[in-house]
């Protein structure tokens, strides 16, 4: 009987965590103010477990989709990484923040080197 239980409960922690990282699945849009004025960010997201992939577009004509890299969620807490190149120059932007329903808020942080202090971005799930 304790081993059933035991089975159960572990099963259920399993469910839970996968249910957690579905919960971000699909497009998320922010608007951030840009030197061109508000652009609209989009964010496309995917969870494997722990493991979260997926590209953001930024507004403003900045090349198309970007590929994240180093993406986790760990219960609502979520982080990854973006990589650009301008000019034969990478930069590497930071962001982590939380998941909470319909809400994904982000601090976007430039890697060392990198220009500008941390950005608080508010994405929205796309309907």
Known sequence: MRTRLACLAGALACASLAAFGAGIDGKWTAEVQGGKGPQTQTLTLKADGEKLTGTLEAGGGR?????????????NDVMFKVVREFNGNKFEQDYKGTLSGDELKLTRQAAAGGKGGPLDITFKRAQ
Do not use: L, N
């Not at 090349?63 to 219960?75: F, K, L, Y």
């Open 63 to 75: 090349g198309g989709p970007v590929e994240i890299s180093e993406g986790m969620i760990h219960g």
